[in-house]
C-alpha cells in the first residue's frame, strides 16, 4: 500500500468561494439580508484518451446573512448560503441543490469618528471569523454520480479561518467603503486545500 499528500490550489474557488463581507454595512446597527449570487464558468477537463471535454458550469448561490452589534464597538456577523450548481457537458447534465459552507465572523471597531457637525463619518474595522464545513463536500475523482471537479461542491470540506478589515466615509446619506480580507485554508479530509488568500 503507497500513501501520498497532496495539495491543490484553485483561484476562482467557483461555487464555494463567493463570500463578501464587504457587503455587509458597517455603519448600521443591525440588519438581516437574503442575497443572490450568479456564476457561470467554462471548464475545460480530458477524459481517459486524451479528448478534451468542454463543460458549463452554472453556480447560483441564496444566501441569508446578519449583522448585529452587540456593544458599542463589537459586530457580529453570520452568513448562510445555499448552492445550487449545474454543469452541462458531453457526458450528460449533473447537479447539486445542497446547504453552503456557514461563515461567523466578529469584527471591533478601531475608529468611529464624527466631524463636521455631524455630517461627515470615519469608520475603522478590522475582525476575523471561522468557515465552518457545514456544505457537502464529496469530491471523488473518476465517480460517475459525482461531478469530477472540487470546485462544484457546496462547501470545501474544511475548517479555514478569516482576517478582515475595512475603512468607510460617510458624508451625510453617501459613503464609500473599502477592505481586505486575508483567508487561511486548510486541508479537507481528501488533503485537497483550495487556494488561500483573496
Known amino acids: 500500500m503507497v500513501a501520498y ?32 449570487n450568479y456564476r457561470y464558468y467554462r471548464s475545460n477537463a480530458h477524459d481517459d484518451l486524451g479528448n478534451e471535454m ?15 452589534t452587540i456593544a458599542r464597538r463589537i459586530e457580529l456577523m453570520g452568513y448562510l448560503p445555499f448552492q445550487s450548481n449545474t454543469q452541462r457537458g458531453p457526458e450528460g447534465n449533473k447537479s447539486l441543490n445542497k446547504l453552503g459552507d456557514a461563515i461567523f465572523l466578529a469584527n471591533y471597531r478601531l475608529v468611529d469618528h464624527i466631524s463636521s457637525g455631524n455630517k461627515l463619518r470615519q469608520t475603522v474595522v478590522a ?29 470545501t470540506g474544511s ?5 478582515n478589515g475595512s475603512y468607510s ?6 459613503a464609500v467603503s473599502t477592505g481586505i480580507t486575508y483567508k487561511m485554508n486548510t486541508s479537507n479530509k481528501e488533503d485537497y486545500r483550495f487556494a488561500t488568500g483573496y
Open 5 to 36: 499528500t497532496s495539495n491543490a490550489c484553485d483561484i476562482c474557488g467557483c461555487g464555494v468561494g463567493n463570500f463578501n463581507p464587504y457587503m455587509f454595512p458597517h455603519l448600521v446597527q443591525k440588519f438581516i439580508s437574503v442575497g443572490y
Open 169 to 174: 466615509l460617510q458624508y451625510k446619506k453617501i
Open 54 to 68: 468542454v463543460n458549463k458550469e452554472y453556480y447560483q448561490s441564496f444566501s441569508l446573512a446578519g449583522q448585529f
Open 127 to 155: 475582525g476575523g471569523g471561522i468557515k465552518l464545513p457545514t456544505g457537502n463536500s464529496q469530491y471523488e475523482e473518476g465517480s460517475e454520480e459525482e461531478v469530477d471537479n472540487p470546485n462544484f461542491q457546496a462547501g
Open 159 to 163: 475548517t479555514d479561518f478569516l482576517l
